[in-house]
C-alpha cells in the first residue's frame, strides 16, 4: 500500500472491475489523497475477496500509526449486489455467484461502516456526486465495458428493482429472432460491449475472403475493442462496419431509456467511453429515429465527467451516505 500524508478521518473507496480493483482513500470533500490499482484479471472469488480485506487491514495499520482512521468504507461491485443477503453475483469473477462479500468485509472493518453497491449504480452516484449529473434528478449512466448496464436515476433516488437487478440493459432485446447465444449476457451485451465488439469483428473478419486491413496483422483470437477503435480511426472497413453496428445498437438503446424515463441527461462511461466518445453526436442521431419525440430534443447525451474512476467516485459517496446515515 502507497504511504501518504493523512491527518485526519476519511472515506475508504474500492471499485471492482473484472480486471482490476481501484483502492482510493478520499477526504470528505471527495478529494483523492490516494490511489492504488491491483490486478485481478486471473484471480478467483475468494482471492478477490482476501485482496479487498488485505487491502483494508493494511490501511488500517498505516493509520493507526499516524493517530488517524477509516472513518467509512465504500464498495463497487460488477454484476448485482443483493443488500438483504450481503452478496454479490458478478460472472465476470469465478466464483462470484452468491460471494458472501459483506460478511468478509466485516470480519476485518469492525465498527467501520461498510456499504456495498453495484457498479452501474456506483457510476451513476459518482456523477451526481462529483461529475456531470451534479444538481440532476432525472438522469442515466449507459456504462459499456466488459458488459453492458445503467445506472438509472429517478427523482434524485436509484432505480433497483425488486431484486437489485433494475438496469440489465445488456439484456434489451433489440432483434429478432431470439438465439441461445444471447442468454449469457443478453443480445444488446452480445454485440456492442467491449467483448461484443472484438467477437462481431472476428465475425465480419471470417466472413471476408482476403481482408487486408488493419486488424489481418493481429492474432485472430487476441483482437480487442482497443484494436477494432484503432483500426476504426484508420479507415479500416471491417472496423467502420463494427462501430458502425454498434452507433446502431447504442442509439435504440438509448432511445428506449429516452422513452421510458424521460431523462434530463444521458451520461456515457465505461471503458470504451473512452475511445467511443467522438461518437456520441452520432448515437444520439441514431436514438433520435427511435425515441419519443419530444423526450429526445429535450435530453443530453454526454461523456462521464470522471472518466474511469466514477466508480470508485461513487463507492465514495456510498461511505459519505452512509456514514451521514
Known amino acids: 500500500m502507497q504511504n501518504a500524508k493523512l491527518d485526519f478521518m476519511g472515506l475508504l473507496a474500492f471499485d471492482l472491475g473484472g480486471t482490476k480493483l481501484a483502492t482510493v482513500f478520499f477526504n ?15 484471480s478467483k472469488g475468494g482471492d478477490v475477496g482476501a485482496l479487498i480485506c488485505n487491502n483494508i487491514t493494511s490501511l488500517m495499520e498505516v493509520l493507526s500509526l499516524r493517530g488517524d482512521k477509516i472513518e467509512s468504507i465504500g464498495i463497487c461491485v460488477p454484476g448485482i449486489y443483493h443488500e438483504k443477503e450481503g452478496t454479490v453475483w458478478a460472472p465476470n469473477i469465478p466464483g462470484w455467484y452468491e460471494y458472501p462479500l459483506m460478511r468478509e468485509i466485516v470480519k476485518v472493518a469492525g465498527e467501520i461502516p461498510v456499504k456495498i453497491d453495484s457498479d452501474r449504480a456506483c457510476c451513476m452516484l459518482g456523477e451526481v456526486w462529483k461529475g456531470n449529473a451534479k ?3 432525472d438522469a442515466i449512466f449507459f456504462t459499456v465495458g466488459t458488459g453492458i448496464g445503467a445506472g438509472i436515476l429517478i427523482n434524485s433516488q436509484i432505480l433497483r428493482g425488486t431484486h437489485d437487478i433494475a438496469g440489465a440493459i445488456g439484456w434489451m432485446a433489440l432483434q429478432t429472432p431470439f438465439l441461445e447465444q444471447y442468454s449469457d449476457c443478453g443480445f444488446l451485451e452480445e454485440f456492442a460491449s467491449g467483448e461484443g465488439i472484438a467477437k462481431l469483428a472476428r465475425k465480419y473478419i471470417s466472413g471476408k475472403k482476403n481482408y487486408s486491413g488493419k486488424l489481418k496483422d493481429i492474432s485472430f483470437e487476441e483482437i480487442t475493442s482497443r484494436d477494432v477503435f484503432s483500426a476504426y480511426e484508420s479507415g479500416d472497413k471491417i472496423a467502420e462496419k463494427v462501430i458502425n453496428k454498434c452507433i446502431e445498437l447504442w442509439g435504440m438503446a438509448t432511445a428506449n431509456l429516452v422513452s421510458l424515463f424521460n431523462p434530463e ?35 443530453s447525451f454526454e461523456p462521464s465527467g470522471l472518466g474511469t474512476d466514477a466508480g470508485v467516485f461513487g463507492a465514495g459517496f456510498l461511505a459519505l451516505k452512509n456514514l451521514k446515515q
Open 135 to 137: 444538481n440532476s434528478k
Open 28 to 42: 470528505s470533500e471527495g478529494q483523492i489523497l490516494f490511489k492504488e490499482i491491483a490486478e485481478v484479471r486471473k
Open 265 to 299: 441527461k444521458i451520461i456515457f462511461g465505461g471503458g470504451i467511453f473512452g475511445p467511443a466518445i467522438p461518437l456520441i453526436p452520432k448515437i444520439k442521431e441514431e436514438a433520435s429515429k427511435w425515441a419519443q419525440p419530444i423526450s429526445i430534443k429535450q435530453v
